[in-house]
């Protein structure tokens, strides 16, 4: 292996093929400008609250879900990862992706 091989392979982000910037700005999910064309507030909420109810093999967490899930370590155990007036911030964020 070169120098230059052993040095990429240490270096997570020169690993990731290139992308075109204007098709893609998200690494893992489409992008989210103009998502509150395509959803309602509530569907946003609900996307954000608990995206698996909509996609059950969902990568994306459930930000505002707290049973169902297994192995939570105990300090985060009965606490969503965001609370109510977080979750409410994101979706009034989310409704203004026109
Ligand atoms: C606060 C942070 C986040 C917000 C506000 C958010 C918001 C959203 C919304 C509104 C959608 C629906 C868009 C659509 O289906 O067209 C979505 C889809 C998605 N999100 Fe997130 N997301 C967040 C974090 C994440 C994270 C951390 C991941 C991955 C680890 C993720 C992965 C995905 C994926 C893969 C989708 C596509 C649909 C699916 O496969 O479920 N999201 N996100």
């Known amino acids: 292996m070169t120098r230059e091989n052993s040095n990429k392979l240490s270096r997570p982000s020169a690993s990731v093929p290139p992308r075109s910037r204007r098709s893609r700005n998200s ?3 489409q992008p989210l400008g103009g998502v509150a064309r395509t959803f309602s507030v509530a569907q946003l909420r ?20 707290i049973e169902g ?13 965001l609370d109510a007036e977080q979750i409410e911030d ?4 989310l409704a203004t992706l026109r």
């Open 27 to 29: 690494t893992v999910s």
């Open 46 to 65: 609900l996307r954000v609250v608990d995206n698996m109810r909509v996609k059950p093999a969902t990568i994306m967490p459930s930000y505002y879900r």
């Open 90 to 93: 994101i979706v009034a964020y």
């Open 69 to 81: 899930f297994d192995q939570v370590a105990g300090a985060y155990r009965g606490k969503p990862i």
